[in-house]
Structures are given as C-alpha cells and as structure tokens.
C-alpha cells in the first residue's frame, strides 16, 4: 500500500509520534483545536499523498517515492496539527509502535522510513498475537488462520493504525476463553493463576483499547465450573473480572468524556481535513437513544441493512481509502470459503451445544450493538436517520464468534481436501488482493 491509504493511517501516525514525545493524549488548544506538536516535513509528507484518496485514477511512482524517502524530519521544525478523531485514544494500542518510533527518531531515520518502521512493528506485534492465538485454540485452526489472513484483515493491520493492536488481542483472548471452555489443564489439573491471570490482562487491554469488544466476557459463562479450584470458584472469577473491567470503563469515561471536540464546536479555520462529521454531539446523542430506544433500535436496523453489501465488501476484500475493492467474484468465493471451513473443519473432538451456540451468537450481537451505539454518537449527527460510518472492517474479530457457531456434526468431510480447498481460495485472494492494489496506485 502507498503512504498514507490505510484509513486514517495519517492521523495515527501523528498520534504514534505525539506519544513517542511523551504525550499521552493530544493538547486542546485555547482556539479550539486537539492535536500536537509535530515537524513539519513529517506534516507535508502526509498532505503530499493525499491527492490518491479520492482520484481514482491518481497514481504514484516509484520516482515520487524516492523522492519522499530523501526528506529529513528535521524535528527542531515544528508547527501544530490537528488529529481530534484519534487525540482522545489511550495510548495502550500505540505502545509497540510508539516504542519503535523512538529509535526510528534516535537514528535520525526521514520521515517515510519512520512510516513503514511503525507499519512493521504493528504488524509484527499483530502477527505475534495471531501465532499465539493459533496456538493456543484448540479447534479450527485452519478456519482461524484463514480469517485471520482475508485481504482487509491483512491491508488493515499491515497498515500504521491502532487497529492492528486491538483486533490482535481480541483473537487472543477469545483463543485462550476457548481453550479453557473446551479443555481441561494438562495433567488433569485445574487452571491455575497463570491462566486466570492471562485472561484478566488480555481482556484489559482489549476493554481499554476499543470497548466495544468488552462484551467478549460473556463467553466466560460457558467456562465449566469444574474448571476451577475450590478457593477461586467460578462465580468469583467471573465477578471480579467483570466488575475489575467495569472499573477500568468508569476510570477511562471519567477521563476522556470531556476530551471530544465536535465539529460544530472545533475551530472553522482547521475543521475541513479533521475527519469530523457536522452536527455530531455524543452526549446529546446518547440522550436521543435512552429516550427513543425502539426509534434507535429501528434506525439501528435499517442502517445494518442498507450497509449489509458494503459491509461484507469491507469485511473481506477492502483496501485502502473510499471505494478499493477486490473483484465481487473473489469477495463471494472467499465469504463461501471461509464459512464452509467453519462448518466442516475437524481437528479437536469436542460438541458445540445449542446453549454454546447461542451465547457465540448472542456476544456477537452485543459486541455489534455496542458499535452501532458508539458510530451513531461519534459520526452522525443528532437524532440523524442513518448510522452513518458502519465499516465493516469493525466485523473483524466478530468472524470466529459468528463462523464457528455454524459449526456441524454429522456431515464429514476429507479434512486434506478442505485444508487445499482454504489455502488455495486464501493465497489467490491475497494475489488478487496485490494485482488489484498494483493497478488502483501504480
């Protein structure tokens, strides 16, 4: 991907270097702007690609390139940016890349080089975690190494952004929850602290990166009892994980409420580029849900609808800003692919209950609401008709919870045949993916 095509990959570098600085959160100014101080050439290297977000026949070349990698950062020269949309953001999703950006600034590297270090390290941080993941679940190995490896999870999380950190923790914790729902600790012991522990830190980071995900601590009633020791029984692990995480939610409300700037209210002069939408008042919209709730509840549906198509789209086979697509023909067989590996993918004994089956779906629908709930505030404006901003990208760590659930039993099928059938449909998607992304920008 050229500079600067991942979805907001501008702003979260700006965030990235603001917070290798020091910074924890951006700086409010008195004229009402949020942003930080940064360099100057790092600021025009970004505006500089901007032209080939929305002309589509825009390209760049390799002489563009050069060109670019041979700009200093020069960071004695500074001038103020703003980046609200991602200013408010804990910094947790921007540790690994915020580390690297360091010795990317002590080595004096220009500022394009500084781009492509951080898009490294998080996906290579992202990559960790999916090993781990893969690991560590028990079942559907295959299926989850394949969600993993869709072409927009792959041009998402390659991409300088917070999401890479966050969707890499999700598959984490769910892998471990699945894990100790379905197996018993080696040696027929019961799991012990290390285990409890990993789940209360994973699924902090997790609650605190992005909380919509939270609810992936419904899953936790499926653990059987049996599972824990006496002095540590499951009502007890469950209760205090949930209100440990219910802590963490009130300390970081508390902190960041009064940190958004809507649009109405930032400063006229430097609101066009900010990624703000008109009319978008939070508190006012949160109002407008508890007060209308079955008025919410049928936007809320008619909005998933209308987006459906584009939400599988940007789902599988999205890349970059605005309307990048892989051809319909591959989205389908991928989709297909990846549903039928859930289905008949055979590598661990285990039975999926109706109960089991319904929580998987259940989270998976809270985790959607929570969403829904958080766009609606943040991108449309009040009491607004249409959710507007519904990125199917948000889907990614939902696809375990929905494509397992579908899970069946007495049809059987050559698990070599499917295992070539996956791998194959996979590595063509991700060679369309790189054809399709070499003739949109080259």
């Not at 270097?17 to 951006?26: K, L």
């Not at 977000?53 to 960071?75: C, E």
């Not at 978008?280 to 509840?297: C, H, S």
């Amino acid at each position: 991907m050229p500079p600067f095509q991942v979805p907001d990959e501008g702003h979260h570098l700006y965030r990235t270097y603001h917070i290798a600085e020091g910074n924890w959160f951006g700086e409010k100014t008195n004229d009402a702007r949020f942003g930080g101080e940064l360099p100057s050439n790092l600021i025009d290297l970004e505006r500089s690609f901007r032209y080939l977000r929305y002309d589509y026949d825009a390209k760049v070349d390799w002489n563009t390139l050069v060109a670019a990698s041979m700009v200093p950062l020069q960071p004695e020269k500074t001038q103020f940016v703003d980046f609200p949309n991602v200013a408010y953001y804990v910094p947790i999703p921007y540790f690994v890349q915020s580390h690297c950006l360091k010795v990317g600034i002590w080595l004096e590297l220009p500022p394009l080089f500084l781009l492509y270090l951080t898009r490294m390290a998080g996906f290579l941080f992202w990559v960790s975690l999916i090993y781990l993941a893969i690991r560590i679940i028990p079942f559907h190995k295959n299926t989850f190494a394949a969600i993993a490896l869709l072409p927009s999870s792959l041009f998402i999380n390659s991409g300088m952004t917070a999401d890479s950190f966050t969707y890499g923790f999700c598959y984490l914790t769910f892998a471990i929850l699945m894990r100790m729902i379905f197996t018993s600790a080696p040696n027929k012991r019961k799991w012990g602290v290390r285990s409890w522990t990993a789940i209360f830190l994973t699924s902090m980071v997790v609650t605190l990166s992005k909380v919509v995900y939270a609810p992936l601590l419904l899953l936790t009633f499926l653990i059987p009892k049996e599972r824990f020791e006496k002095r540590f029984t499951k009502n007890k692990f469950i209760g205090s994980l949930l209100i440990i995480n219910a802590l963490a939610l009130l300390l970081l409300y508390t902190s960041l409420k009064d940190n958004f700037i809507s649009y109405d209210n930032y400063n006229p002069k430097y609101r066009t580029d900010v990624q703000l939408n008109e009319g978008v008042n939070p508190d006012a919209q949160l109002d407008f849900i508890f007060e209308n709730p079955m008025e919410f509840a049928v936007i809320a549906l008619k909005s998933h609808l209308d987006y459906a198509p584009s939400s599988i789209v940007h789902c599988i086979g999205k890349f970059g800003w605005e309307k990048n697509y892989l051809p319909f023909w591959m989205i389908g067989l991928l989709l297909l692919t990846i549903l039928f590996s859930g289905i008949f993918e055979r590598n661990f004994s285990f039975q999926l209950s109706k109960k089991m089956r319904v929580v998987f779906l259940f989270t998976a629908g809270c985790i959607i609401a929570a969403f829904t709930i958080v766009i609606y505030m943040q991108w449309s404006p009040v009491a607004n008709k249409e959710i507007l901003s519904l990125g199917g990208r948000y889907y990614l760590p939902l696809l375990p919870l929905i494509v397992f659930s579908f899970k069946i039993d007495f049809i059987q099928i050559r698990q070599n045949l499917l295992l070539f059938l996956v791998r194959t449909v996979i590595l063509s998607g991700l060679l369309v993916g790189i054809i399709d992304v070499i003739k949109r920008y080259f």
